[in-house]
């Protein structure tokens, strides 16, 4: 079976819950994102080492002080000889590499990353916490290109659109009252999905898009509506 980033993901994701953190796919560019007791570590993956994917981590790094690649093992004498022309540049770039072997279910690290002494950029480790924080599942798969992927702000449209269509139009502190979030009203008046139409001032409804697309999103919605109550409280 041909290998591709994605078919890599369940074995790091595996690899890393059995160390205790939380796994996340596809979190603001970054294929694998783990978190256990305030530790961020950041996962690239790909089908083989390459320079792309060294300069993927060290971006990775802007956010993250234990950033590692992962890649297939290598099985002939050649690719074994270039792994191991690899590790110097990835120790002198502080760049972890994890080795995942896809017949026999392992990931072994064979280069730990050292410890970090660039400046990371505190603005961008916020945004990606943020983009976690703001998920109720993953849904992703890390590694996966060209599909579309659920991110925080998909996941507090489909709860705005979900209640829309439940209750039928209303006004933002009324949805927010629902749990939707101190996004709403942004959510609802920038209309990125075209979901949303404004009835009237200061108040929404689900358009016939975000209607049909809302089947698209069928698990992601269920999930919503759950969380909704059955009846608006007086």
């Given at each position: 079976?041909a290998?591709t980033?994605?078919?890599?993901?369940?074995?790091?994701r595996?690899f890393?819950?059995?160390?205790?953190f939380?796994?996340?796919?596809?979190?603001?560019n970054?294929?694998?994102v783990?978190?256990k007791d305030?530790?961020?570590?950041?996962?690239e993956l790909?089908v083989?080492?390459?320079l792309?994917?060294?300069a993927?981590?060290l971006?990775?790094m802007k956010v993250?002080?234990?950033v590692y690649v992962?890649?297939?093992a290598?099985?002939?004498?050649?690719?074994v000889?270039?792994?191991?022309s690899?590790?110097?540049?990835?120790r002198?770039?502080e760049?972890?590499?994890?080795?995942?072997?896809?017949?026999?279910?392992?990931v072994t690290?064979l280069?730990q990353?050292?410890p970090y002494?660039r400046r990371?950029?505190?603005?961008?480790r916020?945004?990606?916490l943020?983009?976690?924080?703001g998920?109720s599942?993953s849904?992703?798969?890390?590694?996966?290109?060209?599909?579309?992927i659920?991110?925080?702000y998909?996941?507090s449209a489909t709860?705005?659109?979900v209640?829309l269509?439940?209750?039928?139009p209303?006004k933002p502190?009324?949805?927010?009252t629902?749990?939707?979030?101190?996004?709403?009203?942004s959510?609802?008046?920038t209309?990125?999905?075209?979901w949303?139409s404004r009835?009237d001032?200061g108040?929404?409804?689900?358009a016939?898009k975000?209607r049909?697309?809302l089947?698209?999103w069928q698990?992601?919605?269920?999930?919503k509506e759950?969380?909704l109550?059955?009846?608006?409280s007086?």
């Amino acid at each position: 079976m041909a290998q591709t980033e994605s078919s890599l993901y369940p074995l790091v994701r595996d690899f890393l819950e059995k160390q205790g953190f939380v796994v996340h796919a596809e979190a603001k560019n970054c294929d694998v994102v783990g978190v256990k007791d305030g530790d961020l570590v950041v996962v690239e993956l790909k089908v083989a080492l390459s320079l792309e994917l060294l300069a993927q981590g060290l971006e990775r790094m802007k956010v993250s002080e234990t950033v590692y690649v992962a890649v297939p093992a290598p099985k002939a004498a050649a690719q074994v000889a270039r792994f191991k022309s690899f590790f110097p540049i990835l120790r002198k770039l502080e760049l972890g590499l994890l080795s995942v072997d896809m017949g026999n279910d392992l990931v072994t690290v064979l280069v730990q990353p050292q410890p970090y002494q660039r400046r990371r950029q505190p603005k961008a480790r916020r945004a990606l916490l943020l983009e976690i924080a703001g998920r109720s599942g993953s849904d992703n798969i890390g590694g996966s290109s060209r599909i579309k992927i659920i991110t925080a702000y998909r996941e507090s449209a489909t709860l705005i659109a979900v209640a829309l269509r439940r209750f039928g139009p209303m006004k933002p502190r009324d949805l927010r009252t629902l749990g939707t979030g101190p996004k709403t009203l942004s959510i609802l008046s920038t209309n990125v999905y075209g979901w949303f139409s404004r009835q009237d001032r200061g108040i929404y409804a689900l358009a016939e898009k975000g209607r049909v697309e809302l089947a698209n999103w069928q698990t992601l919605a269920e999930r919503k509506e759950a969380l909704l109550p059955d009846a608006l409280s007086k």
